[in-house]
């Protein structure tokens, strides 16, 4: 299982990068100090891979765009040192995690064909929002990898959202992830900033640096984006991806330095998550289950759910263990509800009570249950256990009306082949028999 190490915001001013600024980065001697710091721990943690998002990079509406290239390089160019280069090797595997995560979430994402990045004149060559980051820490840091991501034009909200896909995936890879988040606050801090001057400018750099002291990721999102327009900014999607990957953890938040020089703000923060909240999947599915063992009565729909687990539907499975043992496993394979949050309620009152293998959970049972829900993926036909990955992929085996199903990633479940045997001993089918095969995806929530 992979681990999301720790988030550091870093701005990108090639001013500051050594060779470029020609004397003038001392004007930024803070915002130097602490990327130095910020790298410094970096090397130490030791990642195997950086993930950083940058808005500036191929931006769309409704794509989110992570480059695919097998190495990614660049140089500075266009700020007159074209001998100042880099290079690194992409994590494609990581990436195609990423990719297939977002599309279970209804995002698109990923890279291109070389006829659509000609169409929208792209190229493989890294932005500055990735190369000034990347010139501090590369001297701390050898032997990683890289992904990089351009922040999209989609709602907060959904760049949030996005940001939970990029967690699904690195806890499902074998990486130790730190992720940057590259941008800078307000261009438009003085009467010679580069975007012109606005007094709203220097107002939402102080409320932005402030809710990322305090972890406010509620705050965050609910940034009018009037107030964002008018201050100027590039980082503010690119934080909140970043936040989105720590969802569901406690926020660690420390604040290294703010500065405007030049009319431009610049944040330097490192982020830490533990993982102490639930999902919301899970609170969900306790609360229901809860509910229904001490009052038998079934819980409605709470106003606390987000915002998608009333609009998107989706198969379900709910299961339970005690003391590491499963107590209770019920689920759908495609959405029989109304949305999620009726999806999971009932199928964790029926994991509950109604798993003809178990005897219905009594209440004094209730503390010691630990929970998981499963988001199903679409199923796509396969032809051969070859096709399978235990680890990756769920299999359902069909004969007749006889249907079994067998989520990935359980405990002593080692090939596909014992994959396959325990899915067909559950629907009652033989191994002579003849029957179909299909393939599925999950997002695991605990």
Known sequence: MGKLLNG????????????????????????????????SEIGKEKP????????????????????DAETLAGDFTAFGSPNIQFSYLNNRDLVS?????????????????????????INDRIDHGTLVPLCFIEKELEDFRLVCISTPFLSLQETYDFGKCVQAAVAESEERVVYIASGDLSHKLTRDAPAGYNPKGLAYDEALVEKVRQGDVKGLLETDMDFLEKAGECGTRSIVMMLGAFHGMKLNSEVYSYEGPFGVGYLVAKIDGEDEKESDYVKLARETL???????NKLNVPEWVPPEFKTKR????????KGGVLRGCIGTIGPVRV???????????????QDPRFPAVKEQELKDLVYSVDV????????????????????????GFRRGLLLPDLEGVDTPKKQVEIALEKAGIRSADSYEMQRFEVIRYR
């Open 8 to 39: 550091y915001i870093l701005p990108h001013p090639p001013i500051i990068v050594p060779g470029i600024g020609h004397g003038r980065e001392r004007e930024a001697t803070s915002t130097i100090d602490a990327v130095k710091r910020a790298a």
């Open 48 to 67: 195997t891979t950086i993930i950083l998002s940058t808005p500036h990079g191929p931006c769309f509406k409704d794509y989110v765009y992570i480059m």
């Open 97 to 121: 995690l990423i990719t297939e995560k977002a599309a279970l979430a209804g995002f698109g994402a990923g890279g291109l064909e070389a006829s659509q990045k000609r169409q929208y004149g």
């Open 290 to 296: 809860e509910t229904y063992v001490r009052s038998g």
């Open 314 to 321: 989706a198969g379900i499975f709910v299961s339970l263990k």
């Open 339 to 353: 949305n999620i949050a009726e999806e999971i309620i009932n199928n964790a009152i029926s994991a509950g009570m």
């Open 376 to 399: 199903l993926g679409a199923p796509e036909k396969i032809d051969s256990v070859e096709e399978l990955d235990v680890k990756r992929y769920g299999v359902i085996v069909t004969s």
